[in-house]
């Protein structure tokens, strides 16, 4: 990247200042992010088991295709709408995170009137 001024207030003075900077190392540097973001989004879109995203607080900042499908696969089962079920397992997250680093979330059947 290059950048120059004329410097002086007349024209016939002629002098310019020129200053550069090689931005070759950082532009690869931003293709090589952007490539990795672009594998990382594939990858957690289209891995077969459901994902969360979530942040420390555990608000959800993405899920992944399989997430949405198993939403819709039990909400139903579950006697919940998909929203409901979708709160209840963030909800669930909220309670156990940062006591263990794994585990397992039981989601049980609820009784509509």
Same mark, same amino acid.
């Given at each position: 990247?290059?950048?120059? &001024?004329?410097?002086?207030?007349?024209?016939?003075?002629? =002098?310019?200042?020129?200053?550069?900077?090689? #931005?070759?190392?950082?532009?690869?540097?931003?293709?090589?992010?952007?490539? &990795?973001?672009? +594998?990382?989004?594939?990858?957690?879109?289209?891995?077969? @088991?459901?994902? %969360?995203?979530?942040?420390?607080?555990? =608000?959800?900042?993405?899920? +992944?295709?399989?997430? @949405?499908?198993?939403?819709?696969?039990?909400?139903? @089962? %579950?006697?919940? &709408?998909?929203?409901?079920?979708?709160?209840?397992?963030?909800?669930? %997250?909220?309670?156990?995170?940062?006591?263990?680093?794994?585990? %397992? #979330?039981?989601?049980?059947?609820?009784?509509?009137?």
């Amino acid at each position: 990247m290059v950048r120059a &001024s004329r410097i002086g207030e007349k024209l016939k003075e002629r =002098e310019i200042v020129a200053t550069y900077i090689d #931005i070759t190392e950082r532009k690869r540097l931003e293709n090589a992010l952007r490539d &990795s973001e672009k +594998n990382f989004r594939n990858i957690f879109n289209f891995v077969p @088991e459901s994902l %969360l995203a979530v942040n420390d607080k555990i =608000e959800v900042l993405n899920y +992944n295709k399989a997430f @949405e499908k198993l939403i819709r696969k039990y909400g139903p @089962e %579950l006697n919940m &709408s998909e929203k409901e079920l979708r709160k209840k397992i963030i909800s669930e %997250l909220r309670k156990r995170f940062g006591k263990t680093n794994h585990g %397992l #979330i039981e989601i049980r059947k609820t009784d509509k009137k």
